[in-house]
């Protein structure tokens, strides 16, 4: 199994990312996926969920800002972040919710002016 995440970076408070995850090794279409991300001295938290129909759960923190999606034909997981904060600053990471096998590299996202 495999997650490589891609799509980070330096953006200005009020910015947008759009972030992606390539995934192998499993059934994917199969499997709910998950957007995790995590700050500096704090635990690694679940902010965005997809079922295998497409139903969607946000964190409060990322609620109406956060879109995450789903492509079953190339295997990926997508995280469309609006309106970003200083406090959305994080390593993002996915994974399966259900059985968290190991986890990629993540993708650093940096709101800062």
């Known amino acids: 199994v495999q997650f490589v995440e891609s799509g980070g970076g330096l953006v200005q408070p009020g910015g947008s990312l759009r972030l992606s995850c390539a995934t192998s090794?499993?059934?994917?279409?199969?499997?709910?996926m998950g957007w995790y991300r995590q700050a500096p001295g704090k635990q690694r938290e679940l902010v965005a969920a997809?079922?295998?129909?497409?139903?969607?759960n946000y964190s409060d923190s990322v609620k109406g800002r956060f879109t995450i999606s789903r492509d079953n034909a190339k295997n990926t997981v997508n995280l469309q972040m609006n309106s970003l904060k200083p406090d959305d600053t994080a390593v993002y990471y996915c994974?399966?919710?259900?059985?968290?096998?190991?986890w990629g590299q993540g993708t650093q996202v940096t709101v800062s002016s």
């Open positions: 997809i079922t295998i129909t497409g139903s969607t």
């Open positions: 994974n399966v919710p259900s059985r968290l096998w190991d």
């Open positions: 090794g499993f059934a994917f279409r199969i499997y709910n």
